[in-house]
């Protein structure tokens, strides 16, 4: 064995350039995987940590489903309001009344989400989560007054929004009294949303249906039974089965993982396919390496080499190019997933972490390896299937 590895070992040596080539091939398709997994990894954890900060808060609306396959039934009212946060097990409840407004700023306009919301109800919902960067928070006295988010005071309109300017509200003139600091991911929305109180969401804007209501509860482990018993109290209230959806973060943290899963399943799919690029240059790299070295087999079954002497050699070399091929890969792969994270932090502001995982780095190893080994099988199948005598008089 020691003898077909040095052999090996020599014949790869000598064929420096194809040898590298087949082994970049190998190296940036098992990068993209890795690069991409870690940053998916790093995305993953961040979402559900920022969800884990609000394990204890309850989202509760009218219809069901969540995203894209939620079906509106109606809006909720002050008595529900009550009867949640009458139950059980509830410390804290909060409701606002959600409208899309045309808010106009210096001759432009644009149509953005308003939550009218008592100031104190903002610190039981977001706790330490949401802060104000400029200005002062809403107060419970304050009239045609708002809070605005940064997504509004940055980017929604050719020149920034800062404190105490004035912008136009469904019609009416409103001034801005706080701009609150850039959220994560989970709470990006906040960033796009405008901030008053309720009573001028009845009074001025209109509206004072309540969108939402967050039921902040004492034990974690009971969220799940809470939000059961506030889904059955709020059906009762409104006649009506399934009128009421009461998502626990765990919930919202469960569904988000099977998006993850789904998503990076796919990005690695798409990577997949410089692996198969791959694959068939190894493959071709081999037949071409049998071509070239016929005589050299027929010598060596001359000699005593059996059948499976020489399948062993073929396969060990292009085992060995993938192997390395599958290192080097997992070193770019690295570099590139921070290289990523860094490129999404300058573009957005807030970074991803890349998380590499041990297992993934093993794994990528491994794949290399298979990968290298099966696309070698047929052109070492073929070398060690040579009749000695013909091989010997090829030329």
């Known amino acids: 064995m020691k003898d077909v590895l040095l052999l090996a070992y020599r014949n790869i040596k000598e064929r420096k350039a194809r040898t590298s080539l087949t082994l970049l091939g190998i190296a940036v398709g098992i990068a993209a995987v890795i690069a991409l997994m870690s940053v998916g990894y790093g995305f993953e954890q961040s979402v559900t940590g920022q969800l884990v900060e609000m394990a204890d808060l309850i989202y509760v609306f009218p219809g069901k489903g969540f995203g894209s396959d ?35 700023y210096r001759g432009e306009k644009t149509v953005v989400s308003v939550l009218g919301i008592d100031p104190r109800d903002i610190g039981v919902i977001f706790g330490d989560m949401v802060k104000t960067e400029e200005g002062r928070d809403l107060r419970d006295n304050d009239h045609k007054t708002c809070l605005i988010g940064q997504g509004i005071a940055n980017d929604q309109f050719d020149e920034e929004i800062r404190v105490n300017d004035r912008i136009t509200i469904g019609g009416s003139k409103f001034r801005v009294v706080g701009v609150m600091e850039k959220q994560g991911m989970v709470n990006s929305d906040l960033d796009s949303t405008i901030y008053v109180t309720r009573r001028d969401a009845k009074g001025v804007l209109g509206n004072d249906d309540i969108a939402v209501i967050w039921a902040r509860v004492r034990n974690i482990d009971e969220a799940e039974e809470i939000a059961a018993e506030i889904e059955e109290r709020l ?74 002497n020489v399948l062993s050699l073929f396969l060990l070399e292009s085992g060995m190019v993938s ?47 298979i990968v290298g080994v099966l696309s070698g099988l047929y052109p070492a199948r073929k070398a060690s299937k040579m009749s000695p005598v013909e091989a010997v008089r090829y030329e």
Do not use: W
């Not at 529900?80 to 808010?103: P, Y």
């Open 70 to 104: 939620h079906v509106e039934l109606g809006s909720l009212d002050e008595r529900d309001l009550k009867d949640v946060g009458r139950i059980g097990g509830v410390k804290e409840a909060a409701a606002g009344a959600m409208s899309m407004e045309e808010v106009k």
């Open 235 to 308: 059906d009762e209230n409104h006649k009506l089965d399934d009128f009421t959806t009461a998502m626990t973060m765990g919930s919202a943290i469960e569904h988000y993982k099977t998006i993850f899963t789904l998503l990076q399943a796919v990005l690695v799919a798409i990577a997949s396919i410089s692996l198969i690029v791959a694959s068939i240059g190894i493959m071709n790299t081999m037949l071409m390496s049998v071509m070239e070295r016929t005589h050299e087999v027929g010598i060596m079954k001359a000699i005593g080499a059996k059948n499976g």
């Open 323 to 369: 192997m390395v091929g599958g290192v080097c890969g997992c070193v770019l792969g690295v570099l590139g997933a921070n290289v990523i994270s860094i490129g999404i932090g300058a573009a957005f502001g807030e970074g991803i972490p890349a998380i590499v995982r041990p297992e993934v780095l093993l794994g990528g190893i491994l794949v290399a390896v």
